[in-house]
Nanobody, 123 residues
Framework: QVQLEESGGGLVQPGGSLRLSCAASGSIFMINVMGWYRQAPGNQRELVARISTNGSTNYADSVKGRFTVSRNNAKKTVLLQMNGLKPEDTAVYYC?????????????????WGQGTQVTVSS
């Protein structure tokens, strides 16, 4: 079974920092794009940041200059360093990965999600 396990959420004051971590495990042959999405109450899930195998990144305009996404291919992890947090960053953050997995004697490509971790920015 393939799993994405997140950690690092919590409560922080405006202007503070948090670092989210996501580790992929299971029968993974290769990891393509990894990234983070978030969903606030009443809103749709939105892309926060993602990083491809070669290290190229994409960020939501709202987090550019404040958040940094990185990955460690050997450890199958993706990190999201969040600085200058604002109340509007409050949401459940989900790890996402586009994986090539080993199954049925061959390979298959699928998208996987973590269970989500709460980030609350409040004074």
């Amino acid at each position: 079974q393939v799993q994405l396990e997140e950690s690092g959420g919590g409560l922080v004051q405006p202007g503070g920092s948090l670092r989210l971590s996501c580790a992929a495990s299971g029968s993974i042959f290769m990891i393509n794009v990894m990234g983070w999405y978030r969903q606030a109450p009443g809103n749709q899930r939105e892309l926060v940041a993602r990083i491809s195998t070669n290290g190229s990144t994409n960020y939501a305009d709202s987090v550019k200059g404040r958040f940094t996404v990185s990955r460690n291919n050997a450890k199958k992890t993706v990190l999201l360093q969040m600085n200058g947090l604002k109340p509007e960053d409050t949401a459940v953050y989900y790890c996402n990965a586009d994986l090539l997995v080993i199954r049925g004697g061959g390979l298959g490509r699928d998208e996987y999600w973590g269970q989500g971790t709460q980030v609350t920015v409040s004074s």
